[in-house]
């Protein structure tokens, strides 16, 4: 489906949305989990999630680190908002990742599952995708709230260390016990 609506967000913003607190909640409660391991790509220290143990930042660069996850936290599911021009080659690097270390990842995408990229990325790969029922509003790189809303539909994609396929999962914003 092709985006009718032109996005109002600054080229070099792009890729500096925040993640909703909203989002962050549903995601913890949907996996049963009270943190993230790693929050893996905050922009600096002063925008990185509050529930992840630790973080990468983008001068880290994650994309060519292997510490996407701590050893002994029990939790061992990482978290990524992607940088939205890199979002496949966040996802290409967590399923390395996953597979490396049997851990897992908790990606934040844009929900195109019939566009070629999806299936060139997704399909194939093992995850479970949380489908949520409306759109979430991401926060300016000042973490102030939009004016308007991403104009595409977002998921969320577990990337699992077992076998499953992909898997998906509806689920309701704000209402995940």
């Given at each position: 489906m092709a985006i009718l609506n032109k996005s109002q967000t600054e080229k070099q913003n792009k890729d500096y949305w925040r993640t909703s607190e909203l989002l962050i909640n549903d995601a913890l409660k949907l996996l049963n989990i009270k943190s993230f391991d790693t929050d893996v790509c905050c922009s600096n220290e002063s925008v990185k999630i509050n529930n992840a143990t630790c973080y990468i930042t983008e001068s880290d660069n994650a994309l060519e680190?292997?510490?996407?996850?701590l050893s002994?936290?029990?939790s061992n599911t990482s978290f990524c908002n992607p940088p939205f021009s890199k979002k496949w080659e966040f996802f290409q690097k967590a399923v390395e990742q996953v597979n490396k270390?049997?851990?897992?990842?908790l990606m934040v995408l844009p929900y195109t599952p019939v566009t070629k990229a999806w299936h060139d990325n997704i399909h194939g790969q093992n995850c479970i995708?949380?489908?949520p029922d409306g759109r979430y509003q991401y926060l300016l790189p000042n973490g102030k709230k939009s004016a308007n809303s991403c104009n595409f539909e977002t998921c969320l994609v577990l990337i699992?260390?077992?076998?499953?396929?992909?898997?998906?999962?509806?689920?309701?914003?704000?209402?995940?016990?």
């Open positions: 680190s292997n510490l996407w996850f002994g936290n029990p270390w049997k851990n897992q990842v995708i949380y489908v699992v260390p077992f076998k499953c396929g992909n898997v998906i999962i509806n689920y309701k914003r704000g209402y995940c016990d």
